[in-house]
């Protein structure tokens, strides 16, 4: 409560910070929406290799179980978090396919000769996968500013307690 | 941006149908560890509700998963678990599938945000 002069001030960061959620929100949707075209278009890439497969070459049962050997992800995020707003914050980091450090090609479940729609589904879901790191960091923006809106709201009562 | 305290190397897990796991495992984030516990659940029509919700569960407790990536249908089942998850990691992320497009009114955090607007506070 130190930190404001008055209750003005308080109302005036808590409209900015009000602000920033919402774009913070229609941020997240439209991340969101992206990520639902770049499933969808997966899919139909999915398909169009069972189409040309067969309908079990690409299903979960090509997919590793409890009892196949270990092997690490290609794809792993990196945590860090900011000093200024102490709001933690990921980035994604990538892994060569290296057979000796167990980071297998998860392309070649799927057989030896890929077929090019199989490979267009990868590229969509690996950019799906960069927007969905894309939109935790804006989920972890919008979790930070409801704890601050909180917080504000609770001295903008304490003002409001002292005014009257 | 001031940056510290890098961890290195944390998992994204998935739940959700088929072609959801396919697509992301496809993607480069599928990892079987030592102790042999996958970082993916398939869901399909006949995968009991608390099966989902134990999965959610354990994958929370893991501490080298700092992204849940969970299908919207799937989070609808256990919404309660997920409500009630407020930690900032692991990062719950409700996703779309081929079958049940995004619904924004649904997702956790986004109706928590949602609450924060009240008319009385507005004023």
């Known amino acids: 409560m130190d930190l404001f002069k008055n209750i003005v001030e308080v109302k005036g960061l808590l409209d900015k910070i009000y602000l920033q959620t919402l774009e913070l929100i229609e941020e997240d949707v439209s991340i969101k929406i992206n990520i639902e075209k770049l499933t969808n278009e997966g899919t139909l890439n999915l398909a169009k290799t069972r189409y040309n497969q067969g309908s079990n070459t690409v299903s979960i049962t090509q997919l590793p179980t409890d009892d196949d050997r270990e092997f690490f992800a290609l794809k792993t995020v990196e945590r860090t978090s900011d000093i200024n707003s102490n709001c933690t914050q990921f980035a994604l980091e990538c892994h060569a396919v290296d057979k000796d450090s167990n980071h297998i090609d998860p392309i070649n479940w799927f057989g030896v000769l890929i077929p090019q729609s199989l490979k267009i589904a990868r590229e969509k879901y690996e950019k799906a996968i ?35 | 941006m001031a940056l510290h305290s890098a961890i290195k190397g944390k998992l994204l897990s998935v739940i959700g149908d088929e072609d959801t796991c396919v697509g ?40 080298d998963i700092d992204i849940i990536l969970i299908n919207q249908n799937c989070a609808e089942l256990i919404r309660h678990v997920i409500d009630a998850h407020t930690s900032p990691v692991p990062a719950i992320l409700e996703i779309p599938s081929k079958d049940h497009p995004y619904d924004p009114t649904k997702d956790s955090i986004l109706r928590r945000a949602k609450g924060m607007f009240s008319a009385e506070d507005l004023k």
């Open chain 2, 24 to 63: 992301f495992l496809l993607g480069g984030v599928g990892e079987i560890n030592k102790n042999r516990h996958p970082n993916f659940m398939v869901v399909d029509k006949n995968t009991a509700v608390s099966e989902i919700e134990d999965c959610f569960k354990r994958f929370v407790k893991r501490d």
């Open chain 1, 130 to 164: 960069e927007l969905s790191i894309e939109s935790a960091n804006v989920r972890q923006k919008i979790a930070k500013n409801c704890e601050l809106i909180r917080k504000l709201k609770r001295i903008k009562r304490q003002f409001e307690k002292i005014e009257e």
